[in-house]
């Protein structure tokens, strides 16, 4: 087991059939800066992946910066997004440089590799990034959000690729969702397992909107990623500085 998560063959298996919420975003995060007319196309990308993300905006002409948690993954994403970069950092500490945007695509800030998530540590994150971006700079994050579960719901889920198999047991309740994964990826003729346990903490999505707003952003609310659409309970926060001056707040989507 690895006490970060995504440990190597975890990564690989991830990189190689579950990236569709990158290419998803991919394809409408561009759109979605030009909308809210972000000052430049320097990108930072809190829980980078294996980079398939920045690898697509690094072709539209932006410049990416990426750090992830896990070793592995940035390993791909150096070979992946090459002329990005890319470090090992935890989202909750590392310093973040003056950008245009922030982004943290796939559920990222719900992982719990680095502790107990708790609101006090979301809205230092959220005040750090603020910090941190131009005026009209913007923070495109997805999170899953609290259900109205009256007890915890277990399923089981196969899923066979190009030389592995990953098998999952999801236990599913109101305020967390707990992955325990087992995987078999193949070597020659033998095939090495590992397994991992993915703690996921569920925000309350008002006091997600309420922190953001008290650290000084705009909030709009959207279901997905342009025509994709996530499963109820997983939202996108768009989060925007104000520019110099602005007073006005913009419009919200009420969950």
Same mark, same amino acid.
């Given at each position: 087991?690895?006490?970060?998560?995504?440990? @190597?063959?975890?990564?690989?298996?991830? $990189? !190689?059939?579950?990236?569709?919420?990158?290419?998803?975003?991919?394809?409408?995060?561009?759109?979605?800066?030009? %909308?809210?007319? &972000?000052? $430049? @196309? $320097?990108?930072?990308?809190?829980?980078?992946?294996?980079? *398939?993300?920045?690898?697509?905006?690094? *072709?539209?002409?932006?410049?990416?910066?990426? =750090? !992830?948690?896990?070793?592995?993954?940035?390993?791909?994403?150096?070979?992946?997004?090459?002329?990005?970069?890319?470090?090992?950092?935890?989202?909750? !500490?590392?310093? &973040?440089?003056?950008?245009?945007?922030?982004?943290?695509?796939?559920?990222?800030?719900?992982? *719990? /590799? !680095?502790? #107990?998530?708790?609101?006090?540590?979301?809205?230092?994150? /959220? %005040?750090? =990034?603020?910090?941190?971006?131009?005026?009209?700079?913007? /923070?495109?994050?997805?999170?899953?959000?609290?259900?109205?579960?009256? %007890?915890?719901?277990?399923? /089981?889920?196969?899923?066979?690729?190009?030389?592995?198999?990953?098998?999952?047991? @999801?236990? $599913?309740?109101?305020? *967390?969702?707990? #992955?325990? =994964?087992?995987?078999?990826?193949?070597?020659?003729?033998?095939?090495?397992?590992?397994?991992?346990?993915?703690?996921?903490?569920?925000?309350?999505?008002?006091?997600?909107?309420?922190?953001?707003?008290?650290?000084?952003?705009?909030?709009?609310?959207?279901?997905?990623?342009?025509?994709?659409?996530?499963?109820?309970?997983?939202?996108?926060?768009?989060?925007? @500085? %104000?520019?110099?001056?602005?007073?006005?707040?913009?419009?919200?989507?009420?969950?």
């Amino acid at each position: 087991m690895t006490a970060t998560g995504y440990g @190597k063959d975890l990564a690989y298996i991830h $990189d !190689d059939g579950f990236s569709g919420p990158a290419y998803q975003a991919a394809e409408a995060l561009p759109r979605l800066f030009s %909308k809210f007319r &972000i000052p $430049d @196309k $320097d990108i930072f990308e809190l829980g980078c992946g294996g980079g *398939q993300l920045a690898r697509s905006l690094m *072709q539209n002409g932006y410049t990416v910066t990426g =750090i !992830d948690a896990s070793s592995a993954m940035i390993t791909l994403a150096r070979r992946h997004a090459r002329g990005g970069r890319f470090r090992v950092a935890s989202l909750w !500490d590392v310093a &973040i440089p003056t950008v245009a945007g922030v982004i943290a695509v796939g559920e990222v800030l719900n992982y *719990q /590799f !680095d502790g #107990r998530v708790t609101s006090g540590k979301t809205r230092r994150l /959220f %005040k750090r =990034i603020h910090r941190a971006l131009r005026p009209s700079g913007i /923070f495109i994050f997805d999170v899953l959000c609290e259900t109205r579960l009256r %007890k915890p719901v277990t399923t /089981f889920s196969f899923r066979e690729g190009r030389g592995w198999l990953v098998a999952v047991e @999801k236990t $599913d309740s109101s305020l *967390q969702v707990i #992955r325990r =994964i087992h995987t078999f990826r193949r070597f020659g003729h033998a095939y090495a397992r590992s397994h991992e346990v993915h703690r996921v903490h569920r925000y309350n999505p008002r006091e997600i909107r309420s922190a953001l707003r008290a650290a000084g952003f705009d909030v709009t609310l959207l279901q997905g990623y342009g025509r994709f659409r996530f499963e109820p309970y997983h939202l996108v926060f768009v989060a925007q @500085k %104000k520019r110099s001056g602005q007073l006005h707040r913009g419009p919200v989507h009420q969950y």
